[in-house]
Each structure stands twice: as C-alpha cells, then as structure tokens.
C-alpha cells in the first residue's frame, strides 16, 4: 500500500492550489487522512485532517483558506488551498491510517509534495 501525491508548485502569493493524494494497492480500509507539512528549518506541522466519516480539524493558520476532502470510494484525499501567503511555502506530506489486509493498522506517509508561494 502506498500513498502518491501531487498537485504541488509555484504559486503567487494570494493564489490557490490543490494538492490531491491517491492511496494504492490493496488497503483493507483507509481511516483518517490529512496533509503535514514542513517549512525549510521548521518541524512538520499538521495541516488539517479528516476523518473516515469527514470530520474535519485545520491548524488555525489555515483555517478559512484550506479546505481538506476525501472520496471514500476512490480512498482520495484533497486539500484545496486559497488565498496562499508566502508562509505557506512547504513540502507538503499527505497521511493515512491504514487497515491492511492482514489487519495490521498503520500511519501511511506520502512523498511529499513542494509548494511554493512567491511573494
């Protein structure tokens, strides 16, 4: 089971994008799924998550821009970003808890995806 990100890039500031992220192979079940991401020389911070049945929770510096969003029956997960500031420039990590089909429950990380937003 892996996680394949993309949607990054380069962005001006004030601009949006969407960043998108797939679970593949055989996950028995996919739990929550949510976006980190971390800044050149800061630690990875939570992004926002959401939950199997779509309960959501956004760190406070995104609330009001980024919007995260699942598709059960594709096991997506898509953080549409508005209004982008420079502070935002990251490499943006996509999570799953995932439920294999061995049973075994586990954190899923994606490869990460760059943004960048120019001032």
């Known amino acids: 089971v892996q996680l394949q990100a993309s949607g990054g890039g380069l962005v001006q500031a004030g601009g949006s994008l969407r960043l998108a992220c797939v679970v593949s192979g055989n996950a028995f079940s996919v739990a929550t799924m949510g976006w980190y991401r971390q800044a050149p020389g800061k630690q990875r911070e939570l992004v926002a998550v959401?939950?199997?049945?779509?309960?959501?929770a956004s760190a406070d510096s995104v609330k009001g821009r980024f919007t995260i969003s699942r598709d059960n029956a594709k096991n997506t997960v898509e953080l549409q970003m508005m209004s982008l500031k420079p502070e935002d420039t990251a490499i943006y990590y996509c999570?799953?808890?995932?439920?294999?089909?061995?049973?075994?429950?586990?954190?899923?990380w994606g490869q990460g995806t760059e943004v960048t937003v120019s001032s």
């Open positions: 999570i799953a808890v995932i439920t294999d089909t061995h049973r075994e429950t586990y954190t899923l």
């Open positions: 959401i939950t199997g049945r779509s309960a959501t």
